[in-house]
Every structure is written in C-alpha cells, then in structure tokens.
C-alpha cells in the first residue's frame, strides 16, 4: 500500500513539480502512473522511494512515514530506477549479493531467490560478467533482479519496460500480475499505454504536476462517453490540460 496526501515538491521556480497531489494505491493491484515527458512522473517516483524530500503533504508505504522512518519505509519495497546504468565494474553476481546484504537476505535463502529470478529472465550465464559489459535490457533485468532479492510487498518500478525485449517484457508483466494476485502492491510508471491497458488495475494520469485522473479505464471511457482506446483519451486528457 502506497498512500500519498498532498503531496507538494518545487525545485524553487513558480511552478511546482508537483503540485497537491492526492493517491492510494491498494494492496493487491497493479497500479499505473502515467503522463508526458516532463509531467512529474519521476520525481513523484523519487518522492515516494525517499530520493528526494518533500515540499509539504506526507507519504506513507503501508503505513510507515517515508519522512519520519526512512529505513523501515524503504525497507517496504523494491525499486527499478528509470536508468540501469550504475555500479558498472562491479560482476552481475556481485550486484545481487551487495543488494542482499543491503536488504539482510541470509545466504541460503539469497542463493536460491538469485537462482531462481536469474533462470526466469535468462541471466545465468552472465551472472559472472561486469555490468558494464552487459546490453542495456541485460543491465535492466540485473537491476531488477537486484531489486526483488528481498521480496518485497511494494514494487516500484520508473518506466521497467524500457530496453527488454519482447519475452522479458512479458516475464515481467506477468510477474507484476502474480505479484498484484498475492494481496501486494505493484506501482509502476510507462509511457507505453498499451502494456497499461493490458495489465493495470487502475491508472493515475499526471500533468504538470497534477493528478488529472484517477481510476479504472472503464471509468474513464465512462467519463468520455465513448468506447476509445486508452491512447485517445490519454492525448485528450493531457491536450486539454
């Protein structure tokens, strides 16, 4: 459970980055976040992980403060920044273990959770290669691998789908979708409004640093009176803004 209540961040111009933002997002759903380049995505996204501070409002990850207890909040959940590229020298095995120690995963328990999501997303064989070596959709999967070695109840995951390929892409949405099923929380931005009309249970539409709409897609055709795609009332929504 993610819960944000007005939550506002200025990087000191009139314009606020974002501005009173108001959102719940439930156990046991898959959450989309989506907007323009430049809406506010990111950095409501680095809000919520801790990344950056807050103007005013609060934010909580099932229900411990992000502000008041940062370690025990960010202990909640697992994050996939929108870049893979960091810790580059270090050995894609050597990345999972710093991550598990990070999050004081024992070692039998870490060995088995390693071998098991590097299977599923065919990185085995290059758990003992530089990072730096790897493709950028190589980078991504080792990033989020690293990111669910404590299995997390909260995904957060900026844009995860950028540079898979098409079967690790669907590895992944499926994870999402298994992870939503168990009662978790999966919060996740794209500007791919296909996979967001595939796979999520609700969206929020950001736009200049507002929250413009909440709620489910059938709520939203509802609210535009007409069978549209979700692409339609997307440009819609963020022209008229």
């Not at 024992?106 to 299977?119: H, N, P, Q």
């Not at 990072?131 to 991504?140: A, E, L």
Request: with cysteine; hydrophobic share 40%.
């Amino acid at each position: 459970m993610i819960d944000l209540i007005n939550v506002n961040k200025s990087y000191g111009g009139e314009n606020k980055a974002v501005d009173g933002i108001n959102i719940s997002i439930r156990d046991g759903e898959v959450f989309g976040f989506l907007g323009p380049n430049g809406a506010g995505k990111t950095t409501t996204i680095k809000l919520i992980t801790g990344i950056l501070d807050f103007d005013s409002g609060s934010i909580k990850i099932n229900d411990i403060s992000i502000k008041d207890n940062p370690i025990g909040a960010k202990k909640q959940f697992g994050f996939v920044p929108d870049s893979p590229d960091m810790f580059l020298r270090l050995k894609g095995i050597e990345y999972l273990n710093f991550m598990a120690d990070i999050y004081e995963v024992s070692s039998e328990v870490r060995k088995e959770r390693i071998e098991k999501l590097s299977k599923r997303f065919e990185m085995t064989k290059a758990l003992g290669d530089q990072i730096q070596s790897y493709s950028h959709g190589m980078r991504q999967k080792i990033i989020i691998i690293g990111a669910l070695i404590h299995e997390p109840s909260v995904w957060i995951l900026d844009e995860p789908m950028t540079g898979l390929d098409p079967k690790s892409s669907y590895i992944l949405k499926e994870m999402m979708r298994e992870h939503a099923d168990k009662g978790n929380t999966v919060f996740f931005s794209t500007h791919i409004l296909e996979v967001a009309e595939k796979i999520c249970d609700r969206v929020a539409v950001i736009n200049k640093g507002k929250i413009i709409f909440v709620g489910t897609l059938n709520e939203m055709r509802n609210h535009f009176k007409e069978n549209e795609s979700l692409e339609k009332m997307f440009l819609e929504m963020t022209e008229n803004e």
